[in-house]
């Protein structure tokens, strides 16, 4: 890396963008103080609860109203600041959100934060010689019509999450049902669906907490499912039915031909990727003799050898269509959950120093943005070395053709699930910092064994971590939940 100071963007305000922040502030020697940049006015992402809303308006969260976390505090709480201990282990949104806020004060995080400020773009600038890494143009503008302003910086933190653009699949004849439909990322509470017969496709967490929460209100819920039979006794008006892959104007058909009759229909089938601030139509290449810049189709990209043979001052190339483009995959869909092309689920494999911090997935996310930060600060500082882009890209390939050949779709490509306590440990021994302790992931497999027999009162539990290895659980619950775990 250059000498000096290196100057870091961290694009969103999130709980991955603000322990990104807090880690770079914590190494003053290596890094200047980073420019955060927030597009709303306040700092917490998703966690940011927002009231009602009109399906398809643009909206960050994701928050429904009752919602409270489906992990235990305990585990979820970044490793060097802890939650309000008097807090139940399963704490309502809010709490989460006031948390964030602390951790953003306690970290003197506030400062360095530009809010109400949108990134247009995302421009890479190539270094003189093979081995240079990429610094970055990055073009933002405030929400107010303020005009867009360009900074230069050594390397980028996209903290975006992941949990803001809906996912909607394609169904056969949608378009002719007549009642109501729209995406969990818009639901909000029960009480408006009283007396409705509504059926929800997706029977992850949401799925299924959004379903309990109608049962109290609906006339009927239909859960539609494809994975294997559920644990636990459904309320008498909630039903488990197959796939759904047709409408009608006033029903869903499943795959074994059941019809549904419904009057809503609530998609709970996740989100799509979206980074629309590093999706370029043309390449950019700047004449750093000029200082222009000059956009490139991929029909004139020859011009470079050209710019080459006249021996001009480039330094800065862009001869890409986008950064999250490889033509060398074939079927990649980076809406759907791919991000090519990503080494360690972390970092751009051709600029390395962009960093996608948390855009992994089924993953206890604080803890996993703590050792991500730090293991991408780490290879910044120089402690950690990365092969070299061309052995990176070659392992993302081989990775993403391993997924398909094994028949898994590519969305869940960066899921890690059971395969996140892992990586988490490699990131933390590879670049020397104290891995998370044993006892997390021990408090994780029992609550999520709770959760599965029985996820109308598994949150009645309560966590308490010993030491590093052991815990302890209670709470007011049947006694046959306890003796299953």
């Known amino acids: 890396m250059a000498s000096g100071r290196l100057r870091v963007a961290v694009i969103g305000a999130g709980g991955a963008g603000l ?84 951790y953003t004060d306690k970290f003197s995080i506030r400062p360095h ?14 270094g003189e010689g093979k081995n240079s890494q990429a610094s970055w143009d990055v073009t933002f503008q405030t929400l107010d019509n303020g005009d867009p302003v360009t900074e230069r910086f050594d390397a980028i933190m996209v903290c975006v999450g992941h949990y803001s653009h809906p996912f909607v699949p394609d169904i056969e004849g949608l378009e002719q049902f007549q009642g109501q439909v729209l995406h969990s990322h818009y639901y909000r509470y029960p009480e408006v669906f009283s007396s409705h017969s509504v059926i929800l496709l997706g029977a992850g967490p949401s799925g299924i907490d959004i379903a309990l929460e109608l049962s109290s209100h609906a006339k009927l819920v239909s859960l539609s499912h494809r994975g294997p039979s ?56 700047v004449n750093q003799k000029t200082g222009q810049r000059e956009k490139l189709t991929r029909k004139n990209v020859d011009k470079l050898e050209e710019l080459a043979s006249e021996k001009l001052n480039v330094k800065s190339v862009f001869p890409i269509v986008d950064l999250l483009e490889d033509e060398d995959i074939v079927g990649t869909n980076g809406e759907q959950g791919h991000l090519p092309p990503l080494y360690k689920h972390l970092f751009h494999a051709r600029f390395p120093t962009l960093g996608f911090i948390g855009a992994v997935k089924i993953v206890i996310p604080f803890p996993l943005f703590h050792c991500q930060a730090q293991y991408f600060l780490s290879v910044l500082e120089g402690k950690c070395q990365l092969p070299p882009p061309e052995e990176m890209l070659l392992e993302c390939r081989e990775e993403v053709l391993k997924t398909q050949n094994s028949g898994i779709p590519l969305k869940y490509l960066h899921r890690l699930a059971e395969s996140q306590w892992e990586y988490k440990k490699w990131l933390a021994d590879t670049a020397g910092f104290e891995p998370l302790a044993p006892v ?40 046959s939940l306890l003796n299953a775990l």
């Open 19 to 102: 322990c990104s922040a807090h880690h770079i502030l914590s190494r003053p020697l290596t890094f200047e103080p980073p420019v955060v940049m927030e597009m709303t006015g306040q700092v917490g992402g998703t966690w940011v609860y927002t009231g009602d809303v009109e399906s398809g308006a643009h909206i960050h969260s994701s928050m429904y109203r009752d919602l409270s976390t489906n992990l235990p505090k305990e585990i979820m709480e970044f490793p060097d600041f802890a939650f309000d201990p008097s807090l139940p282990s399963f704490i309502h949104h809010s709490e989460v959100l006031k948390y964030l806020e602390d």
């Open 113 to 126: 934060i530009k809010f109400n400020t949108q990134v247009v773009s995302v421009t890479p600038v190539l």
């Open 230 to 285: 559920l644990q636990w006794t459904l309320p008498e008006n909630i039903s488990l039915v197959p796939p759904v892959v047709r409408a009608t104007s006033t029903s869903f058909i499943c795959e074994d031909g059941t019809e549904i009759m419904a009057d809503t229909m609530i998609f709970c089938t996740g989100y799509k990727y979206n980074y629309p601030f590093l999706l370029n139509d043309n390449g950019i290449m």
């Open 440 to 479: 997390l992931s021990k408090i994780f497999e029992a609550s999520r064994d709770s959760r599965n027999i029985d996820p109308a009162l598994y949150r009645r539990l309560n966590f308490q971590i010993l030491n590093r290895e052991e815990f302890e659980m209670k709470g007011e619950v049947p006694l």
